[in-house]
């Protein structure tokens, strides 16, 4: 589970991994993917980075498409619709994001547990799921308390709070998943249907705010982290076996012949030479 | 007189039983297949089978996009974006392979959707008169390419010897077809029979990207219940004919 801390409107973003800040983004290594949620209820914004419009007009419950960024160090302000660096301060503020080379990353726009909006960047695990499985991580980014992760009835992630996720593999197939308070059996959220594909990674967010009473869930998925199966099985009972060399038949066929040739030949030389 | 013929009766028998066990054992030892065969060995990629390697590509919603928006004015760049509520994320069910015939060996078997088995081998339906297919991967005509695994047992100790034994007789350039659930039918043309160490298939055998490309697979080789059954799995590759 990665705990990462952000404080809105400050220059305070917490960096994606532990490299050492840079000041600008022109150290391009490689690139990085990122993607952007927007989980703050009721404000379409605008989206810069290092001063530069990038998502405008984006609304609440969208994500955009993966973005390959060159890796380095972004500043990050989101606007109000309309407003612009010159005419207003920004909603919210992140400085010096660090964008490692590779990354995969989604950049999160929400309310902290009290209700503040902030960013949060979460690092997606990428790694490869085994043959038949799926990965479900689980975001709490909503002015909510602590909470727990059912699937099929069962508590899966428990005492999840904001800004933190909790991760794991689960065989492929549909869940009914659903959100409680953590201890309890008050659903705040669900119960939904999840289908968790093979290969694929399911990231959930839980988003809004308990008190505003506009709590929802929005899904991410990063698929291609399948791997192939052990092998495959094919037969038991040994009734069809390939041997590898000459066939026992024709061995024994073969030395039956032989004796009996010898045999023949013995019969038929001795009395040629009798005559 | 009468011993002599005798003799001659029983020579003439014996060489025709030394000609009959000679010609068996020199087709065994040097089989007129013209196929690639590859014997148990290590569980090095074989050189024919080329799909690509199988990376993680970048994360690529499947949710439709209805609500991508263009920006409003100037130059920023247009960013797809995406709804991401529960509902724009529902499971598919594409049309699945529900028969497989390959007419030159008498085969045809039912096709079931299989999955992975406990110890992470692929599933495989228990009669070996029906086969499965592999339903994480590819299915035949999906536009996506891959490869479409189908495979069954060769025999079960409840069922029997099953209809796949003859694949072993399949020869280049035969033709597979595969009937669809929703009616329409997929033809493949074989292209390659290959044979691997039943521990060491290549996992190339499953990729998901590259051309489309139908993998029947059984099971082959001698028999070992103390190694855990057949030692080596027989693997034919066909290619979609006239797409």
């Known amino acids: 589970m990665r705990r990462t801390a952000a404080v809105a409107t400050t220059a305070g973003l917490a960096a994606l991994l532990a490299a050492p800040m840079a000041t600008a983004q022109a150290q391009s290594q490689g690139d990085a993917t990122v993607s952007v949620l927007h989980g703050v209820p009721g ?20 994500l955009t498409d993966p973005l390959t960024l060159p890796a380095g160090t972004y500043d990050l302000q ?7 660096p010159d005419s207003a ?5 992140a400085s010096g994001v660090e964008v490692p080379a590779g990354a995969n990353a989604t950049v999160v726009a929400h309310l902290d547990a009290d209700g503040n909006p902030t960013l949060t960047p979460f690092v997606n695990d990428t790694s490869s799921t085994a043959a038949g499985e799926a990965r479900l991580t689980v975001r709490h980014t909503a002015a909510a308390p602590g909470v727990d992760v059912r699937a099929d009835g069962e508590v899966l992630f428990d005492n999840l709070t904001n800004p933190n996720e909790a991760s794991g593999d689960v065989p492929a197939g549909t869940y009914s998943a659903d959100v409680v308070l953590t201890g309890t059996e008050d659903v705040v959220l ?5 289908d968790l594909a093979e290969g694929t990674s399911t990231i959930v967010y839980a988003w809004g705010s308990a008190e505003e009473g506009n709590l929802d869930l929005a899904v991410q998925s990063i698929d291609g982290l399948h791997s192939a199966p052990a092998g495959v099985p094919g037969g038991e009972a040994g009734l069809a076996p390939e041997s590898q060399g000459v066939p026992a038949w024709a061995l024994g066929l073969g030395l039956t012949s032989a004796l009996a040739l010898a045999f023949a030949g013995r019969q038929l030389l001795p009395s040629r030479a009798r005559r | 007189m009468r011993t002599t013929k005798a003799a001659r009766v029983i020579a003439v028998v014996a060489l025709v039983g030394l000609v009959i066990s000679l010609t068996a054992a020199w087709s065994r030892l040097d089989p007129p297949s013209p196929v690639p065969e590859r014997e148990a060995g290590p569980p090095a990629v074989s050189t024919n089978v080329q799909a690509p390697r199988d990376l993680p590509p970048v994360a690529k919603p499947p949710w439709p996009s209805e609500t991508r928006q263009s920006p409003s004015t100037g130059s920023p760049p247009v960013v797809g974006r995406d709804d991401a509520g529960l509902g724009a994320f529902a499971a598919q069910a594409p049309a699945r392979p529900v028969r497989i015939r390959m ?8 096709v079931r959707p299989v999955g992975v088995a406990s110890d992470g081998q692929m599933q495989l339906p228990p009669n070996p008169r029906v086969m499965g297919w592999y339903r994480y991967g590819p299915a035949p005509a999906s536009g996506e390419g891959g490869s479409v695994v189908i495979a069954g047992h060769l025999d079960s100790n409840r069922f029997g010897l099953g209809p796949l034994v003859r694949l072993r007789d399949i020869e280049l350039g ?3 077809q595969v009937a669809m659930s929703d009616g329409t039918m997929s033809t493949y043309t074989v292209e390659r029979v290959q ?11 499953f990729s998901r990207t590259g051309p489309e490309r139908l993998r029947i697979v059984t099971c082959g080789g001698a028999f070992d219940a103390e190694a855990g059954g057949y030692q080596q799995n027989l693997v034919v590759t066909a290619v979609p004919s006239g797409r």
């Open chain 1, 78 to 84: 989101v606007f109000a619709d309309g407003d612009t």
């Open chain 1, 43 to 62: 404000l379409t914004v605008d989206v810069y980075a290092n001063g530069e419009e990038i998502l405008p007009d984006f609304e609440p419950g969208t």
């Open chain 2, 174 to 176: 035969e033709s597979v």
């Open chain 1, 190 to 194: 669900g119960p939904a249907d999840l």
């Open chain 2, 195 to 205: 044979r691997f160490d039943r521990r060491g298939l290549p996992a190339t055998l």
């Open chain 2, 103 to 110: 007419a030159s060996t008498r085969i045809d078997a039912r």
């Open chain 1, 89 to 93: 301060d920004p909603a919210i503020e």
